[in-house]
């Protein structure tokens, strides 16, 4: 990481081919907006820079804390002419093998070969329209880089294929939220609330809030209930302790379903 002292050290100047995505920070672990692009690194002297000290590629930059990773530019393009390389042969090899395909696309998008993988998510999608898990994958990946329509098309293709698998449930579950229909939502989320292994509270939560946001509060309490009695930990959040008063305070409930909290509840 540059630094400088009363304007002399070393900085990072300009900024190019910017990847900018969601993830979590491994500085601040606060989940945000993180970016990868180029930089020139420079020795300064009052500000101004001097030296040269070569382009780096910067990943990971957090736009709260600017933690970032840096490694010479050199070096980063190497490991992406690598990884496309070795990627498209093995691909070539074997082109019947969708998670080649898939395994290609994601390294496409960490090098930020947009449109190259835009295109390659293209073709797998119609090679492979009959595999369920491809579609469930390139609908997820087309979701990550902001083309909902684009997901939604896989999405489809992949419930008429196999509508009672978990990812269809969990899919339709979800749409259905989004539609602010809990009903139907709460329909489709019905297996995975059975399937102890796989279950995630999260789709849960969400159910909650849309029982909430439709002002059925006696159902989102219900929902809350079962939330607590799956994982006791979540009455630690003060997030989920709010959202629970609302629907309690709303629906007239003399009781609560929190536990009393504790120091910093
Ligand atoms: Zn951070």
Redesign the pocket.
Known sequence: MPMTINGIGTQYYGRKNPRVYSGV?D??Q?NGTLTDYETGHYFVVVFIPVIPLGRKQIIAE?S??R?HRDMPLRQWEQMREESLNSGLEQLGDSMDDPEKAIELLYNMTLFNQLDEAMELAGVTAKQHAQDFDTMVNIGSWYEQQNQPELASNCFSAAINLNPEHPSSKRIQGVQAIEDANPIAAAQHLESLRLAVASYDPSLFYMLAICYQDQSMHEKAIEEFKDIIQRTPDITKDKSFRKAVRISEKAAGSPTTILPKAGLFG
């Open positions: 920070c500085s601040c606060g957090c709260s804390c933690c």
